[in-house]
């Protein structure tokens, strides 16, 4: 029995099945494309640093710049179209570019820059395209149900990820990913939804977005809160393999099932999310997926004795810590989609971004500062803790007292 917003909302469902498809598709690319760099153009490591710094700057040159042009232009659907299109020709080069023994570094950071660029205008279009084709009641439920598949994704399309790669060859497995874009785009041009005119160009620019998180106190605490706790786990993600594998003595294999656990974890949070915000609120179930994501964490580097042992902590600390993930984030995105004003909800959604993307490289590169110059696990402990603090933004909020979504504020 399909859940009552795939069975009734055709709009949801199709985008649903396109993005479920998607998401798959962009795990075998998290590992095929750090392949193909590998094994095809022989990396190293600040090669590789290259590649991930140009996948990820995009948020911070164009995240506000697309939240004033999606807003004033409205028709979010057809951007998230030609950014779906766009990205699956950008993927669909490299395996080619290969083939005809032209694959280069040049190509590789052009392919990660780009793509990169459109991630930022579908996932800003995408807040406001979400208020569209969801009912207010649903959007726990259709948060759920699109986290969910995104957990699936982590299991399903690691696992094909690396049967592809070993059949394929890294270059070839990346076609998969193509592929899945267009399918994403052909089901979102089945959506049929009246969308609201783009807003007039006097309504606010670049920081009309930013002001209005500023002035809203539920918004203004979630983004300080999972700021802050983004910067420290980037930070204790950072150094997580090196401690794992060097301190802890885990094997590849090994390490392999604690992380799956990990994505145990977020299937099993998705599954229950809608139980938990019924039973407790919206709201309280935010801060428990904020306290519960990073705080198993700790068991990481209290990890010791026998081996078995060490390895029942870091396999409990994933899968706990992935339901806190999950939690976090099916509330969040809830709370921001009822709350955000449609007129605005590209320009927040890119001043959000900014901020919430924006701390992560910053937290990777003090975790390597700090890992080299106090050691590995004191940093760890410093990660963890620093965390946890992202929850004191929070308390005094007013999002612990939120039982239901709350009402649209004013623009």
Known sequence: MLPP???????????????????????????????????????????????????????????????????RRGRRREVMIATDVGRGLLIATVPIAYALGHLTWTHLYVVAFLAGTLDVFFFVAYGAFFQLIVERSDYVSANSLIHGSRAFSFVAGNS???????LLRGPYALGVDAFSFLWSAWFLGRVDVDEPPGVPRDSGGLGAGMRWIRHNAIIRAELLGVATLNLFNFMFFALFVLYATRYLDVKPAQLGIVLGAASIGTLGGSLIAGRVSRRIGVGPAFVVGCFFFPAPLILVQAAGGPHWLVLT????????????????????????????PTPLRARVSGAFLVVNNGVRPVGTAVGGLLGSTIGVRP??????????????????????SLHDVPAEAEA
């Open 5 to 71: 917003v795939l069975r009734e909302n055709t709009n949801f469902r199709r985008y649903f099945i396109g993005q479920a498809v998607s998401l798959i598709g962009d795990q075998i690319t998290l590992i095929a494309l750090p392949l193909t760099a590998v094994l095809a153009l022989d990396a190293t490591a600040g090669q590789m640093g290259v590649l991930l710094t140009a996948a990820l700057v995009p948020n911070l040159i164009f995240a506000l710049h697309a939240g004033v042009w999606i807003d």
């Open 313 to 340: 902590c870091l396999f409990v600390s994933e899968f706990t810590s992935g339901i806190g993930l999950m939690l976090l984030d099916i509330m969040a995105g809830s709370i921001s989609a009822a709350i955000i």
């Open 160 to 166: 094909l990820g690396g049967i592809l790669v070993q």
């Open 379 to 400: 940093t760890l402990w410093i990660a963890t803790v620093g965390a946890l603090l992202g929850t004191a933004f929070l308390l005094p909020s007013p999002i612990p």
